[in-house]
């Protein structure tokens, strides 16, 4: 008698013969999703592929790549199309790494090493062969072998950055993903075949290509290429100085960890910083005209450190900064738009009163005396009871806010007396040379660290309220960063390996039970790649000061 199980999918009930992959059952599910099935929750918490076997009675909810989580695979997945894609057509002998960088636009920026030209024809036979793999429907297949194991086969496929990731892994398995022939590792879970994946485009971009894709909210749409040139260039700066100093990868970090002079290291990438700091300084001084400086970024990019920092530098070239934030501007509380929840948005540049703070800030200008109001957060009305304030021939604004790139916010000044600074953590880093870490996994670390030790949140807490912070960001923030004059890279090459420390053990109290677990889990399954760096390593100067602690700024 075979063995039937029962599978509900919301309010649909069918029965299926134990050991039927769950690939089966989502193609008759399908129809009650508008995107495509990548993976599968067979629990509330419990994440899975689609080669899985149903072992039992079930209900259970898929994930589509309309997800956060399935887009996160769909991409993984293209990620090793690719590469599969690239030795197919250039051949092993003429690319000695292929490395998918970060993240530009909507897709990824990625290099080859070795003696292949990059060229347009390249890239559409590298296409042709992706979307021909994409048509023959190849498993994508997965194995688990151990560690050990591990580390010879990436040394056999001269994968390096591989083999040196896995010589400091605690895990005693090792998972394996492959197209054919050809294998690889790759941090996350994949589709079940290359059927999958048949939306994205290459484009020949710099010194190398972009791979573009779709996003969340249009899954079989591949978006035109708009490149992001000063982002670009601050990305690449970063990457380059990592190379000079042999750290492209985790494994690098690693072996700088366990056999080097940590302190040494971690001088260096702060000399870095500091430089960038005093050379956006000296530009403000030489140009003369300006008086306000306007700084934004997102969340957790160090924006109150760096103004600091840069307060200081501007001091030793002979400038006076003054602080405010933009923040004292928002609306009375009865003016504050509301989301389509009802609450109070915080984040529009409708809460700010636009106009006070552009009359306000043109009298200072003119050399007009004012007061600078305080807002009271308590009361939700701005008050004025602060002391008559105006600015001398030395004096600059440093403001600090999430609209500051924003040109509306100061429509009314004059473009000679603004310089527009974007801030951001983006992570030069990556753990080999075809996982690349998302700027927002360090950033939301930062978060997870500063929330706990400055507001008493817990881990659950800032993961649960981070979708929300994201959102701001992508409607408020990143549309407006190519408007800035000046960018600068805050995060620290090493960074992670010491908030590994931290945030470990907030991650760990995570209940099972709960939404925010499965995020938990996958950032303590990436900060295990990491070996650990003492903080009594970084200076109370540092930016990363500011989510520790320790730091002389006081934040």
């Known amino acids: 008698m075979t063995d039937m199980c029962r599978v509900k999918v919301k309010d649909q009930m069918r029965e299926y013969e134990r050991g039927t992959t769950y690939q089966k059952i989502a193609e008759d599910f399908q129809f009650l999703y508008q995107d495509r099935i990548v993976l599968v929750f067979t629990e509330p918490f419990r994440l899975q592929e689609l080669h899985k076997r149903l072992d039992g009675d079930r209900e259970i909810s898929f994930v589509t790549v309309g997800d956060p989580i399935g887009m996160k695979t769909y991409k993984r997945s293209i990620c090793l199309l690719l590469v599969k894609a690239i030795y197919d057509v250039a051949g092993h002998d003429r690319v000695r790494k292929a490395r998918i960088l970060y993240s530009i636009d909507k897709g990824y920026y990625c290099k080859l090493d070795g003696k292949v030209q990059v060229n347009q024809e390249f890239l559409e036979a590298v296409a042709a062969r992706m979307h021909e793999m994409a048509e023959e429907a190849l498993p994508i297949k ?63 971009y710099n010194e190398g290509f972009v791979i573009q894709m779709p996003t969340t909210e249009a899954t079989t749409v591949v978006p035109e290429f708009h490149p992001q040139e000063k982002l670009f260039q601050v990305l690449k700066e970063s990457t380059e100085w990592g190379d000079l100093q042999d750290i492209e990868t985790v494994g690098a970090l690693n072996d700088m960890a366990a056999h080097q002079d940590v302190r040494t290291a971690v001088l260096v990438q702060e000399a870095f910083q500091e430089r960038k700091i005093s050379e956006i300084a000296q530009m403000i001084a030489s140009k003369g005209s300006v008086k306000i400086i306007l700084i934004a970024g997102p969340s957790s990019s160090g924006k109150t450190t760096f103004s600091h920092r840069l307060s200081v530098q501007l001091a030793v070239n002979g400038l006076q900064p003054h602080p405010i934030a933009v923040d004292n501007y928002f609306v009375d509380r009865e003016n504050t738009p509301k989301d389509e929840f009802g609450n109070y948005n915080f984040e529009c540049i409708e ?131 190519e408007e800035a004059d000046v960018m600068f890279n805050s995060a620290l090459i090493y960074e992670l390996a010491v908030l590994k420390q931290y945030v470990e053990p907030m991650l760990f109290g995570v209940e099972k039970n709960c939404a925010e677990y499965l995020e938990a889990k996958r950032l303590l399954k990436f900060l295990d790649y990491f070996v650990g760096i003492n903080s009594e390593n970084i200076p109370n100067t540092s930016l990363l000061r500011e989510f520790v602690g320790g730091g002389c700024f006081d934040v």
């Open 351 to 481: 809460a700010i009163d636009v106009e006070a703070f552009n009359r306000d800030m043109s009298d200072l200008l003119a050399g007009k005396e004012i007061i600078i109001p305080t807002f009271d957060f308590k009361s939700g009305h701005r008050n004025y009871s602060g002391k008559p304030f105006k600015i001398a021939e030395n004096d600059v604004l440093v403001i600090e806010g999430i609209h500051c790139l924003n040109p509306k916010l100061t429509e009314k000044l004059p473009a000679a007396n603004k310089l527009k600074i974007y801030i951001s953590a983006l992570t030069q880093l990556n753990i080999d040379e075809h996982n690349r870490i998302p700027t927002t996994d360090g950033r939301l670390i930062r978060r997870i660290v500063r929330d706990a030790r400055t507001r008493g949140t817990s881990a659950q807490q800032t993961i649960a309220m981070w979708p929300s912070v994201r959102r701001g960001e992508e409607k408020n923030i990143f549309p407006f960063q």
């Open 142 to 204: 997965k194995r688990s072998i151990n560690t050990e194991e591990a580390v010879k086969l990436f040394e056999k496929y001269e994968m390096y950055d591989k083999m040196h990731l896995f010589e400091y892994r605690r895990v005693s398995r090792v998972n394996i993903y492959s197209i054919n022939e050809f294998e690889d590792y790759y941090y996350g879970y994949m589709v079940p075949d290359t059927s999958y994946l048949k939306f994205f485009s290459l484009h020949l």
